[in-house]
């Protein structure tokens, strides 16, 4: 049986090596045509930089007006072609990153305009905007099409050149977003890709981050790993932009409304299987409302028609192992029905009634279709759990005191803050990041493209 290749994209041209040596394999059901990803060597991403930094000066000089056209293209394509996933999540990719496309696109002229501000004596300052250079975008698997456009579009729409590099969990949607700039007309280098294998990560992104041309790494995944982006960045002197994992809690104060709280923590607690940096993990409800809001969570529970599974075997693993500690130290495990209870991968959806703060759930991100409860005497003390999280980026506040709700916002150290609405919610006009653990810089709007920019000042004497 013929097997087919995901090839990288270097200069306009699909590149595959004649040999298997760095090619990976990916999971193809029986029956099918086994398929497999061309992983890069040192040496193509090396040429993939190369091909970049080729590409930039004459794309840095492009009009926005003409940036403009062809993001709008891109988004023109993107909303023609199938994604093959949940209906669900599908359409919520292709609507989200169709939008930012559009979006950035509509920011193009605005965000490369510098300044005059005043100076002294017989001078003038003028503050010019100019692109960076090369940026690499480290796109993750859960949500592939969104993630993955985003990894690059801010990059190029502020004049710069970009460098996906795809994610082995979901190679064929990030080759199909390489694949479309193409079919937009985006001159060759502007936007290039690469897949590596597991193994090979290390050398593939040492080499890269440390090459001249490059100039700044965007990565969206978990914190470990983004530790570990950031660390070898700073000693060759290169920023990062990253958007990491996030402990998201959600704070229930006596007069919220609480068929409409339980509908959102478990619409934001189980969608994408829990799968997404700003899935709903605590639940901060204070005494007088706990019981009632846990029964009307259970209630959704029971009715959970949605089949679960999780990405991987370590995945379900860890949740198994939160999980039965939790257990162990008291807390009670409600767990939906699940469809897929066949399949190697598949994982329940999970509430945790009772958490405490010696179990493992209470500081680690579930990043899987499982949340827990907490009961706290008071709004006081449920908003200082909530501010003592090592991680920041999304949170929300559950009452019908909007004043209320704004101040205790301020005082919640993450990235956005949610009044009366779940933790996952993002748009393309909003500023996108964290702060502590959840990482730091922002996507999203006019901050995405600034991320992308230098400032630069030429001052005029008499």
Known sequence: MSSTTIPL??????????????????????????????????????????????????????????????????????????????????????????GAIEETASLVNDAATGAIPSSKGNTYALVFKKPLGVVLGIAPWNAPLILGLRAVIPVIAAGNVAILKGSELSPRTHHLIATLFREAGFPPGVVN???????????????????????????????????IIAAKAAMALKPVLLELGGKNSVLVLGDA???????????????????????TDLVYVVMSVAGELTGRILELLKGEERSHKVISMASKARLTALVDDAR??????????????????????TVIEGVTRDMDFYTTESFGPVFGIVTVESEEQGLEMAKHSAYGLSSSVFTKDHFKALEMSAEIAAGAVHVNGGTVHDEPTLPHGGLGDSGWGRFGGRWGLEEFLETRTVVLNR
């Open 9 to 98: 994209i270097i200069n306009g041209e699909d590149i595959i090596l004649p040999t298997d040596d760095h090619k990976h394999p990916l999971p193809s059901p029986s029956g099918s045509t086994p398929s497999s990803f061309q992983g890069a060597t040192p040496a193509l991403a090396i040429q993939a930089v190369e091909s970049s930094a080729a590409a930039f000066p004459a794309w840095s000089q492009t009009p926005p007006s003409r940036r403009r056209e062809l993001l709008l293209n891109l988004a023109k394509t993107l909303i023609e072609d199938e994604i093959h996933c949940t209906p669900l999540w599908s359409q919520n990719n292709i609507d989200v990153a169709a």
């Open 328 to 349: 162990s130290k008291g807390a009670v495990i409600h767990q939906a029905v699940n469809s897929l209870a066949e399949d190697p991968l598949a994982f329940p959806a």
């Open 193 to 227: 890709f690469i897949l590596h294998r597991p193994q090979d990560a290390a050398d593939i992104y040492q080499c890269m981050i440390e090459h001249p041309a490059v100039k700044k790494c965007n990565f969206t995944g978990s914190t470990g790993v983004g530790r």
């Open 257 to 279: 409304d609480l068929e409409k709280v339980a509908g959102e923590v478990v619409l934001a607690g189980f969608l994408n299987n829990g799968q997404i940096c700003m899935s």
